[in-house]
């Protein structure tokens, strides 16, 4: 076995851990915890057997394993900044209904003293 | 009829009392003045002028100011709403033809185009901007406008209560004709006579930012 994938094995433990943790916690629904946690159990396997990834590299018409996590990789990432994406856009309108529910609740409250 | 003429601001403090003083002189007394969060004096000079303000505390863009109209509206229980800009490119007199189909029932809502007259008037690349803006409008929503990102709009109560707003920036110029789709009612354009003032032109939507609106309506598809 290769430094690097020792390192990267200790590293997805890591990660492993902290969902694991999180999901104790209560702070990632079910849902989430075994979305990160199939991420991460399937990067120790790439990584513990990199032979594999080009067998099935090899099914799928791509030449390399390496390749094959790669296109994933970038797939999955772009798919997640979209995720963010949405998540930031929904916080701000949340933050809009706030500032909107203050505006009017301060009307409402001047009127009333009038 | 008891109209609300809701007017969203955001640092007008040069225009806005011009504006108040335009709708009060044609007989408009129900003005809202949503503040939204200025760091100038709009707000002052807004509350100076004795109309309604309401006052974000933090700004929240163009589409969360109007939405807050609308509920100011709702809770008011106010029969029709026009949206107005605060810049100084509308003209109160363009009020009496947008609320006339409203008042007549003929229209759940009406649009005043720039774009249906005078468009010779219409500086180059705003006339470039607003065409792009109906195509994108079109492809993206299947809604068919002579100006899609016009400002003034009126709408009766039945508009005002099933409309609901999502967007909080300029993407809810679109938006509004996305939800006249929606909620099939009747929609109306009249043509209306702009004021383009280098003031009007550097406080709206600037050509940037019209690169960031239309991204925004795309990826919104997608959620």
């Known amino acids: 076995m290769l430094i690097i994938q020792i390192l990267l094995i200790v590293f997805l433990i890591f990660a ?14 079910a849902t989430e915890f075994f979305f990160w946690s199939v991420l991460f159990i399937s990067a120790i396997a790439v990584v513990t057997f990199p032979q594999e990834t080009t067998n099935l590299a090899n099914i799928l018409g791509i030449g390399r394993g390496v390749d ?27 933050i809009t209904l706030l500032v909107r529910k203050i505006a009017l609740r301060q009307t409402q409250s001047k009127l009333s003293l009038k | 009829m008891k109209t609300l003429i809701v007017v969203p601001a955001f640092n ?14 044609h007989g408009y007394k129900e003005i809202l003045v949503v503040d939204d969060g200025s760091t100038d004096l709009t707000k002052l000079i807004s509350q100076k002028e004795k109309v309604k303000v309401v006052n974000h505390i933090v700004n929240r863009g163009l589409g969360a100011a109007l939405g807050t109209g609308f509920e100011y509206a709702r809770k008011n229980n106010f029969q029709a709403v026009v949206t107005f800009d605060s810049d100084g490119q509308h003209k109160a007199e363009s009020l009496k033809a947008l609320l006339d189909p409203i008042a ?14 005078n468009l010779s008037e219409m500086p180059k690349d705003r006339l470039v901007i607003s065409y792009l803006g ?33 967007t909080d920036r300029m993407e809810v110029s679109s938006e509004f004709l996305k939800e006249i789709k ?33 991204l925004k309506m795309f990826l919104r598809l997608f959620r």
């Open chain 2, 104 to 117: 007549k029932n003929l229209a759940d809502v009406v649009i005043g185009s720039r774009l249906l007259k």
């Open chain 2, 134 to 166: 109906n195509i994108l409008t079109y492809i993206l929503y299947g809604f068919i406008s002579t100006d899609s990102q016009s400002g003034l709009r009126a709408f009766n109560k039945k508009a005002i209560n099933c409309i609901t707003i999502k």
């Open chain 1, 68 to 94: 094959l996590v790669v296109y994933a990789s970038i797939v999955t990432l772009f798919y997640l900044v979209f995720r963010i994406y949405v998540m930031i856009e929904d916080l701000r309108h949340e």
């Open chain 1, 16 to 29: 492993l851990s902290r969902v694991v943790l999180r999901f104790r916690s209560g702070q990632i629904k």
């Open chain 2, 182 to 214: 929606r909620n099939k009612l009747r929609y109306k354009e009249v043509p209306i006579k702009p004021i383009y003032t280098e003031y009007s032109r550097a406080s709206g939507q600037s050509n940037i930012n019209s690169f960031n609106v239309a």
């Open chain 2, 12 to 25: 007008e403090q040069d225009s806005i009392a011009s504006v108040i003083s335009d709708l009060k002189k």
